[in-house]
């Protein structure tokens, strides 16, 4: 099991709907992620929050929101999106240490959403 | 821009035998490079990473070698087993960044 828990599992959605990603992680990491990941192709970087603040913005289209509520939750929230967002929505943590070498990112198991 | 390819795109081995899976990375700043592994329904799981001032690191079965000069670090999977199936993304990272540049994937595949 993975130490960055998502939920829900998986989510099927209208275009006129609004649903909430959440994410959670108790390793004491600062730095959180979400990332999109389409059927065979690597994960695409949509955020990056350090120290609750966001510090990336992939140039997301405004329909997705994010929101780190405090060091241990994401929220991704979703409105009007379209068929093409279907895709596993993955989150991610890692720490962050001003000065420090990279470190590795600890990925939850994913949200399978699907827009109808 | 920063770019990793990565190769094979699918690979098939014996039980048993070994697979090798090779990354080459185009930004010279990179300094750390894991890898991950993804089975079906799962996020990606970090098996094995190397930072630029080792040019080996080895665990278990798995082992990964980096090359500076050539900018390629590879992944080398001993006596593979079944469940070694999935696929496997390598991934270049710079110190002070958040971005993780990542390979297109290797799908894996071990028969019995």
């Known amino acids: 099991d993975t130490e960055v828990t998502q939920t829900p599992k998986h989510l099927v959605m209208g275009m006129t709907n609004k649903k909430s990603l959440k994410c959670e992680q108790h390793?004491?990491?600062?730095?959180m992620y979400w990332y999109k990941q389409k059927a065979k192709k690597p994960p695409e970087l949509m955020f990056v929050y350090s120290y609750e603040k966001l510090s990336i913005n992939e140039s997301v289209p405004s329909r997705f929101s994010p929101e780190c509520p405090n060091s241990s939750l994401l929220n991704l929230h979703l409105h009007a999106l379209q068929p093409e967002d279907s895709a596993l929505y993955l989150c991610a943590s890692s720490q962050d240490k001003a000065g420090t070498l990279n470190s590795p990112l600890h990925f939850g198991n994913g949200t399978r959403l699907t827009v109808t | 821009g920063e770019n990793v390819e990565q190769h094979p795109s699918t690979l098939s081995v014996q039980e048993g035998d070994s697979a090798v899976i090779k990354c080459t990375y185009s930004?010279?700043?990179?300094?750390?490079f894991p890898w991950y592994k993804q089975e079906l329904g799962k996020g990606p799981q970090l098996i094995i990473d190397i930072r630029s001032n080792v040019g080996e690191k080895k665990d278990q079965r798995i082992a990964v070698t980096l090359n500076k000069t050539a900018k390629h670090f590879s992944l080398h999977i001993t006596e593979t087993q079944p469940e070694d199936s999935a696929v496997y993304f390598c991934?270049?990272?710079?110190?002070?960044?958040?971005?993780?540049?990542f390979g297109t994937g290797t799908r894996l595949k071990v028969l019995a």
């Open positions: 930004d010279s700043a990179s300094n750390y």
């Open positions: 390793m004491g990491h600062r730095a």
């Open positions: 991934a270049a990272s710079t110190s002070g960044t958040y971005k993780y540049i």
